[in-house]
């Protein structure tokens, strides 16, 4: 069974940082696209930054500059650096991988439980 654990989450003072972290564990063959998404209170989910297996990076235009997704595909683990932060950044932040493992036979979605980031004014 896939999991994926995230942590680095907590309480900040707006311009100030975080590094979000993604560890995905399990019968695992393969992880190919895997991302960070954040819900505030009261909206949608969003996409905030996703990775590709070969390392390209794309970005909600809202954290264009600010944020950096990077992963380590040896430790099945994806990053979030969070510079510069906003209240408005304010959410749980949730990462998301798309992972082959046995005893599937293709991709499949999984999702962590999230980790809440709360940034004060």
């Known amino acids: 069974q896939v999991q994926l654990v995230e942590s680095g989450g907590g309480l900040v003072q707006a311009g100030g940082s975080l590094r979000l972290s993604c560890a995905a564990s399990g019968s695992i063959v393969s992880i190919n696209a895997m991302g960070w998404y954040r819900q505030a209170p009261g909206k949608q989910r969003e996409l905030v930054a996703g990775?590709?297996?070969?390392?390209?990076?794309n970005y909600a235009d809202s954290v264009k500059g600010r944020f950096t997704i990077s992963r380590d595909n040896a430790k099945n683990t994806v990053y979030l650096q969070m510079n510069s932060l906003k209240p408005e950044d304010t959410a749980v932040y949730y990462c998301?991988?798309?992972?082959?493992?046995?005893?599937?036979?293709?991709?499949?979605?999984?999702w962590g439980k999230g980790t809440l980031v709360t940034v004060s004014s």
């Open positions: 990775i590709t297996s070969g390392g390209s990076t």
């Open positions: 998301n991988a798309a992972i082959l493992a046995t005893p599937h036979p293709y991709a499949i979605d999984y």
